[in-house]
């Protein structure tokens, strides 16, 4: 159970687009189509931003979009607007009822 | 208001017990499995256990497997986790969630509650 591998940080000015990458192995990201995305303010609920690699949940925005390619799942988000700076996480299904998280990537805008 | 809110943090001693609880309103409790998710002091998150929708199946990470105990209440809409010989990897916030239906994803989460194992 080892974390999926994600770039510490990133960062992008308004208006532009930013890809977070999110590297597993073929036990977990390669495996299923279930990588989620969260958004995480420090101190408050992390959000679900997207679920089963690409679909939104309700209320959502579609500036978030979701891919995976092998072992590895994205996380893009276009237009970038100050309010998405914030930590973000993925997670995959791991197999057997477990699942794990990524590092955590900071998005500075 | 779909809600989660934890209760049962604090300090304790290493090799020491705690229960937290969480306390779900809004939903149908009965029919969601729920996790439970912690995230330590400057880390990432870290996915901790789920119990299914009627508290028959339960799986753990393995950090706390024969340490931890997850369980559930539906009469009470609450969920536990007992957790047993803490250490100091335990400190953590640790957040309630709910499992989404319809696809893979963790869809509620409770604001969390802080453990901090210290002698």
Redesign the interface.
């Known amino acids: 159970q080892s974390a999926l591998t994600q770039p510490a940080s990133v960062s992008g000015s308004p208006g532009q687009s930013i890809t977070i990458s999110c590297t597993g192995t073929s036990s977990d990201v390669g495996g299923y189509n279930s990588v989620s995305w969260y958004q995480h303010y420090p101190g408050k609920a992390p959000k679900l931003m997207l679920y089963d690699v690409s679909k939104w949940p309700s209320g959502v925005s579609n500036r978030f979009s979701g891919s995976k390619f092998g072992n590895t799942a994205s996380l893009t988000i276009s237009g970038l607007q100050a309010e998405d700076e914030a930590d973000y996480y993925c997670c995959s299904y791991a197999g057997s009822s477990t699942w794990v998280f990524g590092g955590g990537t900071k998005l500075t805008v | 208001q779909v809600q989660l809110v934890e209760s049962g943090g604090g300090v304790v001693q290493p090799g020491r017990s705690l229960r937290l609880s969480c306390a779900a309103s809004g939903f149908t409790f009965s029919k969601y499995a729920m996790?439970w998710?912690r995230q330590a002091p400057g880390k990432?998150?870290?996915?901790v256990t789920?119990v299914s929708y009627d508290g028959t199946?339960k799986?753990y990470?393995?950090?706390v497997k024969g340490r931890f105990t997850i369980s559930r209440d539906n009469s009470k809409n609450t969920l536990y986790l007992e957790m047993y010989t803490l250490t100091t990897d335990d400190t953590a916030v640790y957040?309630c969630v709910r499992d989404?239906s319809g696809?893979?994803?963790?869809?509620i989460?409770?604001?969390?509650t802080m453990v901090t194992v210290s002698s």
């Open positions: 996790h998710v990432g998150l870290e996915w789920i199946n799986y990470a393995d950090s957040h989404m696809g893979d994803g963790f869809d989460w409770g604001q969390g």
